[in-house]
């Protein structure tokens, strides 16, 4: 993933959360304008930072690598959600996911 993809994928799951960059520097113990700088690519965020700018979206690596799972958050939930249905209703939900997306 270059440069201009990871600023693009940190604002999206930054405003998924709905959450300014302000808030999340802060919330992450940052300057206020530690997220703004990552976003508007003046640094990059060494990878322990990183890790905790998922710790702090609620995701894993693996997710805020997948650029196709838009709501990583929410897809985790609609798998959890799902886990303990019979073989049926489980392939209901991914019939009515596939109309959807159509």
């Known amino acids: 993933m270059d440069k201009e993809k990871f600023i693009n994928r940190l604002v999206q799951l930054r405003m998924n959360k709905n ?3 302000r ?4 919330s992450m113990g940052q300057s206020p304008n530690y997220i703004n700088h990552i976003e508007n690519g003046v640094n990059l965020p060494s ?10 979206l609620n995701i894993s690596p ?7 799972n838009t709501a990583p958050e929410i897809t985790r939930e609609l798998l959890n959600a799902s886990k303990g249905l019979d073989i049926e209703s489980m392939r209901y939900i991914v019939e009515v996911v596939k109309r959807m997306k159509r």
Do not use: P, R, W
Request: one cysteine or more; proline letters at 0%; aromatic letters at 24%.
């Open 23 to 26: 808030d999340m520097s802060l």
């Open 19 to 21: 959450v300014s960059a």
């Open 47 to 56: 990878m322990t930072a990183f890790f905790y700018i998922c710790e702090y």
């Open 62 to 68: 693996q997710e805020f690598f997948d650029t196709q």
